[in-house]
């Protein structure tokens, strides 16, 4: 049996290739309610901290993988004294906190929008003035989906920034560069134990108010600036020494430049496309990677672009004929997560679409773009 630590649609879908390689999957969440418990042959609905949750676990896994980078540590370190964790818990570690990343990519010379530490509110305007402005104030920790994030235009926001630092729950924060990128890329990388790598195709991503709102694959870049993204993730997740699958985000500045913006240890939602694109999906290369099989080719069968459905869209497409229209569209692919309550900005479910040329699938996901008018 293998185990994968948090059970939302991440942990789904990897139940689901976990299953279909032959596999037992068993899902720790903290929430009773999320759709991965509902698949899974061991369902364990605890706290991370339950040390009756960790025996039962631990006891009837071989492997333990996760979806979510911000399970704690220690529960990681304590599953590591009996099995294998993958990727390991001292790269939950470094990933965890956006100050330490950053410090541990440019310390292997991946290039990183400037940054600074901010450890109290008082520290910003010094960090501010030393960036220069516009620049961006980040939560270190559990900031996602763009939460946590405050922009600075100029001197005359660090008072106000300042005083919302104060308020907030989690601290320390990190100062960076604001960055006028051109696009913004991704692309996974699945590393074996042995050292074994595959690079998915470099991928172009488009950003709704900090929430991921379409994919493209490939991106609309020059091959050869798509291949140094892709060797510049792969460097990325060999100087972690990272087992697993692991998503790099790029961005892409007008000159051709080529920034990390951040490094998730698990499967992303850029890299969605992969189940219906690919010849081995995301969910299946994290599977092959946690149990030690050979990895899987990534080869793109044919071109396609992601959309997501976040909060109401599902209601904005269940209009009407909108939810027939897409299931007689060919090439649509719809994927609904199972989420009990809708939420504003909670991801529903994603469609992708399939064509033959890149502009097809680009046409065909307009229709479903207006539908949910994205810019
Ligand atoms: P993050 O939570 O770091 O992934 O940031 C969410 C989104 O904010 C990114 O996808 C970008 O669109 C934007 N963003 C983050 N960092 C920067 C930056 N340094 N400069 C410009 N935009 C950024």
Same mark, same amino acid.
């Given at each position: 049996?293998?185990?994968?630590?948090? !059970?939302?649609?991440?942990?789904?879908?990897?139940?689901?290739?976990?299953?279909?390689?032959?596999?037992?999957?068993?899902?720790?969440?903290?929430?009773?309610?999320?759709?991965?418990?509902?698949?899974?042959?061991?369902?364990?609905?605890?706290?991370?901290?339950?040390? $009756?949750?960790?025996?039962?676990?631990?006891?009837?896994? /071989?492997?333990?993988?996760?979806?979510?980078?911000?399970?704690?540590?220690?529960?990681?370190?304590?599953?590591?004294?009996?099995?294998?964790?993958?990727?390991?818990?001292?790269?939950?570690?470094?990933?965890?906190?956006?100050?330490?990343?950053?410090?541990?990519?440019?310390?292997?010379?991946?290039?990183?929008? $400037?940054?600074?530490?901010?450890?109290?509110?008082?520290?910003?305007?010094? #960090?501010?003035?030393?960036?220069?402005?516009?620049?961006?104030?980040?939560?270190? $920790?559990?900031?996602?989906?763009?939460?946590?994030?405050?922009?600075?235009?100029?001197?005359?926001?660090?008072?106000?920034?300042?005083?919302?630092?104060?308020?907030?729950?989690? /601290?320390?924060?990190?100062?960076?560069?604001?960055?006028?990128?051109?696009?913004?890329? +991704?692309?996974?990388?699945?590393?074996?134990?042995? !050292?074994?790598?595959?690079?998915?195709?470099?991928?172009?991503?488009?950003?709704?108010?900090?929430?991921?709102?379409? +994919?493209?694959?490939?991106?609309?870049?020059?091959?050869?600036?798509?291949?140094?993204?892709?060797?510049?993730?792969?460097?990325?997740? #060999?100087?972690?020494?990272?087992?697993?699958?692991?998503?790099?985000?790029?961005?892409?500045?007008?000159?051709?430049?080529?920034?990390?913006?951040?490094?998730?240890?698990?499967?992303?939602? /850029?890299?969605?496309?992969?189940?219906?694109?690919?010849?081995?999906?995301?969910?299946?290369?994290?599977?092959?990677?946690?149990?030690?099989?050979?990895?899987?080719?990534?080869?793109?069968?044919?071109?396609?672009?992601?959309?997501?459905?976040?909060?109401?869209?599902?209601?904005?497409?269940?209009?009407?004929?909108?939810?027939?229209?897409?299931?007689?569209?060919?090439?649509?692919?719809?994927?609904?997560?199972?989420?009990?309550?809708?939420?504003? !900005?909670?991801?529903?479910?994603?469609?992708?679409?399939?064509?033959?040329?890149?502009?097809?699938?680009?046409?065909?996901?307009?229709?479903?773009?207006?539908?949910?008018?994205?810019?």
């Amino acid at each position: 049996m293998v185990g994968v630590l948090g !059970g939302g649609q991440l942990g789904s879908m990897f139940a689901v290739a976990a299953r279909r390689l032959g596999y037992r999957v068993a899902v720790w969440d903290q929430d009773a309610d999320v759709p991965a418990l509902k698949i899974a042959d061991l369902p364990v609905a605890a706290p991370f901290a339950d040390p $009756t949750a960790l025996n039962r676990f631990a006891g009837s896994v /071989s492997a333990v993988t996760y979806e979510w980078e911000n399970i704690p540590v220690a529960l990681g370190e304590a599953l590591e004294q009996r099995l294998a964790v993958r990727p390991a818990s001292r790269i939950l570690r470094i990933l965890q906190n956006r100050v330490e990343q950053k410090q541990f990519l440019a310390s292997h010379n991946i290039p990183v929008a $400037t940054f600074r530490p901010i450890a109290a509110p008082s520290d910003l305007r010094a #960090a501010a003035e030393s960036i220069g402005f516009p620049c961006l104030c980040k939560t270190a $920790t559990h900031g996602y989906d763009g939460k946590g994030q405050w922009r600075l235009a100029g001197a005359q926001d660090l008072a106000s920034v300042q005083e919302q630092l104060g308020k907030q729950a989690h /601290s320390p924060w990190v100062l960076e560069q604001f960055l006028a990128f051109d696009k913004e890329l +991704s692309v996974l990388v699945v590393r074996g134990a042995d !050292g074994d790598k595959r690079v998915y195709p470099t991928v172009e991503n488009v950003h709704e108010a900090g929430i991921l709102r379409t +994919s493209r694959a490939p991106a609309e870049i020059d091959p050869r600036l798509a291949q140094r993204a892709g060797d510049l993730a792969a460097s990325v997740v #060999a100087a972690l020494e990272g087992v697993g699958v692991f998503c790099v985000e790029l961005f892409l500045m007008p000159d051709g430049g080529l920034f990390v913006n951040e490094v998730a240890p698990r499967p992303h939602n /850029s890299g969605h496309y992969t189940l219906d694109a690919c010849t081995v999906s995301q969910f299946e290369q994290q599977v092959r990677a946690v149990c030690g099989l050979p990895l899987g080719e990534v080869r793109l069968l044919c071109p396609a672009v992601m959309v997501n459905l976040i909060g109401e869209d599902l209601t904005k497409v269940s209009a009407g004929e909108g939810l027939a229209n897409l299931f007689r569209q060919p090439g649509a692919k719809l994927h609904l997560y199972g989420k009990k309550s809708v939420r504003p !900005g909670r991801k529903m479910g994603h469609v992708t679409f399939l064509a033959e040329k890149p502009a097809q699938a680009w046409e065909s996901a307009e229709t479903l773009r207006r539908v949910l008018r994205c810019p």
